[in-house]
């Protein structure tokens, strides 16, 4: 490790506090560049990142547009209040709202996903007069009060004091069936039924929105079933009840399309946003707002608000982020990735792998789901923890040269959208032979 990575260990792990970490077990490694899907470490070795770090590099790293646009607008205007007009916060709620259904045009800019859940079910919650908000059980929607009460998976157990007005659901898997279906159709009818009998036992005249990723992604990459988010949305409008399309991780390409809720033909009635909308490089997040809802606070002040809502860096990164996934492609690239080179390789492992039970998803959006039995199911890691043999293949990976992302018994394939397809194959070759760790451990 060099001088200079050396010290940035030390003092991480002096001053440095980690989110979701035991302090103490921590060993990081040490970062010191990164370019398109690849980064370096201390030690100068380099990673294929098939994490997309937090799923959130969408347009890769260091894309010279975006990086260009945001020291230009720090030569012109670093900050200002929200309660000015800049030319890149406006022009970015205009290339965002250009890609979200009709009827959706105003945005409210906030710092990340879980502050844009927060003001949704807020806008949801003064729009309606009612209390609840109803969401998934293997769900993620951040970590502050209100978001991590709406979480579905055990991130959630801590901080809930169940006085959220929460209710939690059984979404659609067909995989892990909670209804005892055998076809992506029955299961999601039966979800679909299950939902209207919650919805019915809790009173719809006190919910005010039914809150969905619309591909579940920490959760396990499981995209919904034919009918299922139509029916949805039939069940909001029957009740009065809002929709909100969680799109923190699926939105801006990653599905394929710049939403996934493109993939399905539905309209939400908010739409949160963050992660790929400029790929992270300056924190931004918001909600999209249908114009009913917006008209709820037409004269009526909307009470909420951050002091760098439409941060003039974060916005100008935005800008430039979608024009250039416009102009590039990108989003195209996306769906041809996963088309043509990570769905049927992933499928190709899962035939060679005995430990693979399961393959879904879209885009560069992509799960494996590894097991020590075929037949029983059963995880290779247990539900909310981690286990020796997955951490044996993760290293195995990270020896490769390759970084992915895991969660529980998962491995998720989630690239940069603009990933290559030399690039995409050199990673499930090193996947291929890692997997040959878990293999071992199946019957």
């Known amino acids: 490790m060099s001088t200079s990575a050396r010290r940035t260990y030390e003092l991480d ?46 347009i890769g790293h260091q894309h010279p547009a975006v990086v260009a646009a945001i020291q ?59 209390p609840k908000v109803l969401s998934q059980y293997r769900s993620y929607h951040g970590g502050t009060q209100t978001a991590v009460n709406l979480t579905g998976d055990p991130r959630r157990w801590p901080s809930d004091n169940g006085t959220a007005g929460v209710v939690h659901f059984f979404g659609p898997f067909l995989y892990r069936s909670e209804f005892g279906a055998t076809t992506e159709e029955e299961e999601s009818r039966l979800a679909l039924r299950h939902l209207e009998r919650v919805v ?6 006190t919910i005010a929105a039914i809150v969905l990723e619309t591909v579940p992604g920490t959760a396990g990459i499981m995209p919904p079933p034919p009918g299922f988010l139509a ?8 009740h009065g009840i809002l929709y909100i399309a969680d799109e923190v991780m699926a939105g801006f390409g990653r599905t394929g399309a710049w939403f996934a809720i493109d993939h399905y033909g539905v309209t939400p009635d908010l739409i949160t946003f963050a992660k790929g909308v400029n790929s992270g ?15 709820t606070f037409a004269t009526r002040p909307y009470p909420g608000g951050l002091t ?15 024009n250039a996934m416009r102009d590039e492609g990108i989003v195209e690239n996306a769906a041809r990735i996963g088309a043509d080179v990570l769905g049927p390789g992933l499928r190709e492992i899962a035939e060679r792998h005995p430990s693979v039970g399961d393959v879904r998803g879209l885009g560069v959006f992509w799960a494996l789901e590894l097991v020590r ?17 997955m951490n044996d293949v993760l290293a195995e990976c990270k020896r490769g040269g390759l ?19 030399t690039e995409a194959k050199a990673g499930l070759a090193v996947l291929d032979e890692a997997l040959t760790l878990a293999d071992r451990h199946t019957v």
């Open 72 to 130: 230009e607008q720090a030569a012109k205007l670093c900050t200002i209040a929200p309660s000015y007009a800049n030319d890149a916060r406006s022009e970015a709620a205009r290339l965002i709202a250009e890609r979200t259904p009709a009827g959706l045009e105003k945005v409210f800019f906030t710092n990340g996903g879980a502050d844009a859940i927060e003001h949704a079910v807020r806008m949801a919650r003064l729009h309606t007069g009612r």
């Open 200 to 205: 019915e036992m809790e009173g719809p005249s």
């Open 281 to 295: 490089y300056v924190p931004l997040g918001g909600v999209v707002i249908a114009d009913h809802v917006a008209d």
């Open 403 to 421: 970084v992915v992302f895991a969660n529980f018994n998962r491995i998720h394939v989630v690239p940069p959208c603009t990933v290559s397809e």
């Open 231 to 238: 029916g949805v949305r039939e069940l909001c409008n029957r």
């Open 373 to 389: 039995d075929r037949e029983t199911r059963e995880p290779l890691a247990p539900y909310g923890a981690s286990s020796p043999e």
């Open 308 to 322: 760098y809502s439409g941060h003039p860096l974060a916005t100008a990164a935005a800008v430039a982020t979608i």
């Open 13 to 58: 792990r002096a001053h440095v506090f980690h989110s979701w970490s035991a302090q103490a077990l921590l060993d990081p490694m040490v970062v010191e560049r990164a370019e398109g899907s690849y980064f370096w470490d201390g030690d100068g070795n380099r990673y294929l990142d098939f994490s997309s770090q937090l799923v959130n590099t969408n």
